[in-house]
């Protein structure tokens, strides 16, 4: 007995060391990148061996790179398609999914499949089609042009059916006795239901628009509209031998990102809808 419960003592204190080892080599590019953004220029950031920790610790480059282009704008401009697109997407997801889950009419799940399936279709294929359509709108050239193909997706409409699905269908069939209309029941029961779905896809697509490049490059070419990922290019064109300034631009880039998940993440928690069902 005590030689099964040493071996599993082992076996956890064997998975926690790999673990450990798998998180500081995903975690040390990220540290590396903070650490640079933070050295002063007398110290060689190519050296061997490497030196981790910034011996002279400044915030000059992040200085320099807010004054040397208009980061501000790009943070701006950032902010509010990433705002914009969680909150569309959002919407237009929960509205697609709600049907598909709770009503039942002709071909629903016929519906289903073929939205399910436009997740396999690459990007790139579609892209030029979406740009010819995005011209012929007008919406080159605009937050609208940025936000335009990621209105919805099928991964949030997936993601939301399978949440409305888990609700009981006794709270449904109460809300309806009460007399509350079909968008009434889907506001104020359905959505308030599904919050931690509504909040992972949240984190999902503001991390998606946040850190899109490919599209904004497309459909922008006003430099007043771009967004942080395009600002960086930028940074690295206009300084592309000095990494402490590139490093800086990037984790100006990076950090709303962290911070919008460690506040959102305390709201990913499992409700149970079902806790006054009495069967």
Do not use: H
Not at 20 to 42: D, H, M, Y
Not at 241 to 269: D, K, T
């Amino acid at each position: 007995m005590n030689f099964f419960k040493r071996n599993l003592q082992l076996n956890i204190v064997l998975i926690y060391v790999i673990l450990a080892a798998i998180a500081i080599l995903t975690l040390f590019p990220l540290f590396w990148l903070v650490s640079t953004a933070f050295k002063s220029a007398t110290e060689n950031i190519l050296q061997s061996p490497p030196q981790l920790l910034p011996s002279q610790p400044t915030l000059a480059n992040f200085t320099e790179v807010w004054q040397s282009l208009p980061f501000g704008q790009y943070l701006y401009n950032s902010t509010l398609v990433a705002v914009l697109t969680v909150g569309l997407n959002l919407l237009f997801c929960a509205l697609a999914a709600y049907p598909l889950a709770r009503l039942s009419f002709v071909g629903r799940d016929w519906i289903f499949i073929a939205i399910v399936s436009t997740i396999m279709i690459p990007f790139q294929i579609v892209m030029i089609p979406l740009y010819i359509l995005t011209v012929k709108l007008g919406l080159t050239n605009s937050y609208l042009g940025i936000i335009f193909p990621s209105l919805a997706s099928a991964f949030g409409i997936f993601l939301l059916r399978q949440a409305f699905m888990s609700i009981p269908k006794e709270i449904e069939e109460a809300a309806r006795m009460d007399g509350s209309s079909e968008l009434g029941l889907w506001w104020f029961v359905m959505l308030p239901a599904i919050r931690p779905a509504l909040v992972t896809l949240a984190i999902f697509v503001f991390i998606g628009a946040w850190s899109d490049f490919l599209w904004p490059l497309i459909i922008i070419q006003d430099e007043n509209l771009y967004t942080l990922p395009l600002g960086v290019r930028k940074l690295e064109g206009t300084f592309s031998e000095n990494w402490r300034l590139v490093a800086a631009g990037s984790v100006i880039a990076i950090a709303p990102v962290l911070v919008v998940f460690l506040f959102l993440q305390r709201y990913i928690v499992p409700t149970d809808t079902g806790s006054g069902v009495k069967g």
